[in-house]
């Protein structure tokens, strides 16, 4: 693009761009050579429905053990990936990685819904239906254990293509969440004519809850709709009992949060199922 832009484009491609395309690309290729070297790792944060107390799914988050960087962050990452192209071969190296985690739930006699999260721009290739669909096949597990987390971002533009692939992912029995609920664009119009089967409302705003009534406000709002409309509304970034006790008190049914607790890996995640033999959870006095 740079080329047909001609000879204005030294106008806007200053030596900072320059910079930090260079840089974007030095993160590109190590990204496919930790992918390669199997430097990435899914964490896994328990997603409590509060009503029957049982741990029903977990959000698969990734992180990265590099050799030099030590444990880096997905928001250190995924944004580049994105606008690289490598968050394709990440999203499929995370969705195999969660087929194969999902087996070994399942061997422990863990009965669990697994939620991934997908890029808005790994959608934008026809062929992620296919890809995506195989590695379902290849690895044994059924699709209708497993949720795709998106943003409001993804319904925002209307495309045939990237509408498609929802559908015939959903055909298949994929659920789909609105991640960060309330912090995009929230033109709520789109849940008329996409279903979704999640919403998940955005930790900003059960950070704030015990102290700004508008944030509480808008929590048991969406709670409200969501019920209103049959989908099942999930708070994140739960950090404390107080806050738990408000989301009762609205009547929300899933939670998910420090306060039951942090990301941890595969391994530990299982014991902690195991330590509730009935599949109770017991919350933690706090
Ligand atoms: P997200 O999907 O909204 O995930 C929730 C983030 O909130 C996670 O951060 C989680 O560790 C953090 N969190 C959970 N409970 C609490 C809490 O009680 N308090 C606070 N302060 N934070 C809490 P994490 O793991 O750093 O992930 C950040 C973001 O990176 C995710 O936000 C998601 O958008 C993205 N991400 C993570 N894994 C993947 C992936 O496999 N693919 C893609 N495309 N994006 C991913
Ligand atoms: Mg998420
Ligand atoms: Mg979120
Ligand atoms: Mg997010």
């Known amino acids: 693009t740079a080329k047909r832009a001609g000879r204005n484009t030294h106008f806007f491609f200053n030596e900072g761009m320059r910079e930090e395309a260079e840089q974007h690309l030095l993160v590109h290729s190590d990204i496919l050579r930790g992918l390669n070297a199997n430097e990435f790792e899914l ?6 429905n509060v009503n029957t107390n049982k741990i029903e799914k977990c959000e698969a988050l990734i992180r990265w053990n590099h050799p030099d960087k030590g444990r880096v962050m997905p928001d250190s990452f995924i944004p580049v990936a994105e606008r690289t192209g490598s968050i394709v071969n990440i999203g499929n190296w995370v969705l195999q990685q969660a087929c194969k985690d999902m087996r070994v739930f399942l061997e422990a006699d863990i009965d669990i819904k697994i939620s991934v999260n997908r890029s808005v721009s790994e959608f934008y290739s026809t062929k992620a239906y296919d890809t995506w669909k195989a590695i379902f096949k290849e690895n044994g597990v059924d699709s209708h254990r497993f949720v795709f987390e998106i943003t409001e971002s993804l319904f925002m533009e209307q495309n045939s293509a990237r509408m498609s692939v929802i559908t015939s992912l959903r055909d298949i029995g994929v659920q789909f969440a609105i991640d960060d609920f309330g912090t995009g664009y929230s033109a709520i119009n789109y849940l008329r004519n996409y279903p979704v089967d999640y919403l998940k409302i955005d930790k900003s705003f059960i950070q704030d809850l015990l102290i700004d009534e508008q944030d509480k406000t808008l ?20 950090e404390e009992l107080a806050q738990l006790e408000v989301l009762k008190q609205f009547e929300c049914d899933y939670i998910q949060g420090f306060w039951l607790s942090k990301p941890q890996s595969l391994h530990h995640i299982i014991a902690l ?7 109770q959870y017991d919350a933690p006095i706090t």
């Open 43 to 48: 964490y896994y944060q328990p997603v409590l």
């Open 219 to 238: 929590v048991e709002v969406i709670i409200k709709m969501g019920r209103a409309l049959g989908i099942v509304v999930i708070a994140e970034g739960v």
């Open 273 to 279: 199922c195991h330590e509730h033999t009935d599949g």
